[in-house]
């Protein structure tokens, strides 16, 4: 079962996100609370509430959710950065609606909190 989130507000335009990239397939916007100087969030237009509930069929989403990630931290000028994405509410997921977070521009720590 998947639920509408704030990030289908989003998705549908009644509320508004700092944009950096747009397709078919997904949206990327700047986090409203980063966690370092350049945090980009890359969704699916599809409602997939996390990757616990990806199926075989959504292979190709994710692939290129993971490419747009990376094209558009290249595009940020970044050189490092980390790509995550929280999977259940122990593991920091706060939005169920599956996102991956690009984090950069500045040193990172090692395991994460
Ligand atoms: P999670 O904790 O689920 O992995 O990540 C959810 C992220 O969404 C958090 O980093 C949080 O700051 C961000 N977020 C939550 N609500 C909004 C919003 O309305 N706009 C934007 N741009 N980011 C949001």
Redesign the pocket.
Known sequence: MTKET??TS?LNGK?K??EVYSDELCLA???????APT?I?VIPRKNISSLKEAEEKDINLLGHLLFVGSKIAKEEGLENWRT???TGETA?????HL?I?IIGGRDMTWPPG
């Not at 920091?92 to 169920?96: A, E, K, R």
């Open positions: 704030i990030f989003i509320i996100c700092d916007f700047r986090d409203i609370q980063p966690q945090h969030l995550v994405i929280n920091g997921q706060t939005v169920f996102h977070h």
